[in-house]
């Protein structure tokens, strides 16, 4: 079979550097061992040469840090929510519990009872003048959760205190309740006023059923106060 190419031909494109088909041969390159031997990694004078880098890129599917507000918008806003929310809202977290001064861990646990529920009782009778007022919203409030600290705290201590802590535990509950009746009524009303209007058949139940709830309480209360309630728990303690 004759060759392709002629001896001739072939010796001719090696000597000029070229390939078989005409085309030029690639310069070899060294291997980057050998160049990082060569330079250490550095450019010519000596230096690290910077490596171009292109722009970050963010990762896909994962959100844009948030940006901070500034400090006097924050400010504002923290204003604003704390002027929206009304007084008692989310449970009562801004009627605050007295503290209790005196407990020594070192005496009975009957002893350091004791100075609980004189504290909680008297934090109750606290509210008695502002809740005589139907309008009083934030006293009643305060007033329920002073009720049922008082509750909690005597059927926790009701075995070593004895009759005093479940009678007030008693008294708390019953009071505790109507109070919650009340407050219910307190933050459906608005509502109603504001979506149906004032002359609503809904309005008017709320506002009757509030009356009634806030009768019942003040004849709760003026009853304990006739029969010295707070008088009788502390004797008994």
């Known amino acids: 079979m004759p060759p392709l190419l002629p001896p001739a031909g072939v010796q001719g494109a090696a000597a000029r550097g070229e390939g078989p088909c005409g085309r030029a041969r690639r310069a070899?390159?060294?291997?980057?061992?050998?160049?990082?031997?060569?330079?250490?990694?550095?450019?010519?004078?000596?230096?690290?040469?910077?490596?171009?880098?292109?722009?970050?890129?963010?990762?896909?599917?994962?959100?844009?840090?948030?940006?901070?507000?500034?400090?006097?918008?924050?400010?504002?806003?923290?204003?604003?929510?704390?002027?929206?929310?009304?007084?008692?809202?989310?449970?009562?977290?801004?009627?605050?519990?007295?503290?209790?001064?005196?407990?020594?861990?070192?005496k009975s646990f009957r002893k350091n009872a004791r100075k609980m529920v004189r504290v909680r009782l008297e934090e109750l009778h606290s509210f008695s003048p502002a809740v005589l007022d139907p309008q009083e919203i934030d006293a009643l409030h305060d007033m329920r959760i002073a009720a049922k600290r008082l509750r909690y705290l005597c059927e926790l201590t009701e075995p070593v205190l004895g009759e005093g802590a479940t009678l007030a535990a008693s008294r708390a509950k019953d009071l505790q309740g109507v109070l919650g009746d009340v407050h219910d009524c307190d933050e459906q009303i608005p509502k109603a006023r504001a979506r149906l209007g004032a002359d609503s058949e809904l309005h008017a139940h709320l506002v009757a059923q509030r009356e009634q709830c806030y009768a019942e309480f003040l004849e709760q209360w003026r009853a304990l106060?006739?029969?010295?309630?707070?008088?009788?728990?502390?004797?008994?303690?």
Do not use: W, Y
Not at 40 to 66: F, K, L, S
Not at 228 to 236: E, G, S
């Open 225 to 237: 106060g006739e029969n010295d309630f707070r008088t009788i728990v502390l004797k008994t303690l």
């Open 28 to 106: 070899s390159r060294p291997g980057r061992g050998r160049r990082v031997l060569q330079t250490g990694g550095r450019g010519a004078t000596g230096e690290r040469a910077p490596r171009n880098r292109g722009p970050r890129r963010r990762a896909r599917g994962r959100a844009p840090r948030r940006q901070r507000a500034p400090r006097g918008r924050a400010r504002a806003d923290r204003a604003h929510r704390a002027a929206r929310a009304p007084r008692g809202a989310c449970g009562g977290g801004r009627m605050k519990a007295r503290k209790v001064k005196g407990l020594d861990p070192d």
